[in-house]
Nanobody, 115 residues
């Protein structure tokens, strides 16, 4: 059974940074495209970025240049380094399949950007 366990969220001021981690189990980590998604209050869940097994990545326009997605093969984890955070980045962040979220969602991790 595929499982995603997200962590690393918190409360930061605008301009701050956070690094999110998602431990992935129950799937062939080395051959699976993985992605980060987020859901802000009152809004639909949206994809933020995804990373291929090769390490190449794609980002949505609103995070380009601020977020970096990567894979840690030693821990079967997908990471999201976020910098220059803005209040609009406030959301619950989740990981799942990178092309389409085909599996059950984890509990997510809350990111709040506020002064």
């Amino acid at each position: 059974q595929i499982q995603f366990v997200e962590s690393g969220g918190g409360v930061v001021q605008p301009g701050g940074s956070l690094r999110l981690s998602c431990i992935v189990s129950g799937v062939s980590f080395s051959s699976t495209v993985l992605g980060w998604y987020r859901q802000a209050p009152g809004k639909q869940r949206e994809r933020v970025a995804f990373v291929r097994p090769t390490g190449s990545a794609n980002y949505t326009d609103f995070v380009k240049g601020r977020f970096t997605i990567s894979r840690d093969t030693t821990r079967n984890a997908v990471l999201l380094q976020m910098k220059n955070l803005e209040p609009e980045d406030t959301a619950v962040y989740y990981c799942n399949g990178g092309i389409s979220p085909s599996w059950n969602w984890g509990q997510g991790t809350q990111v709040t950007v506020s002064s």
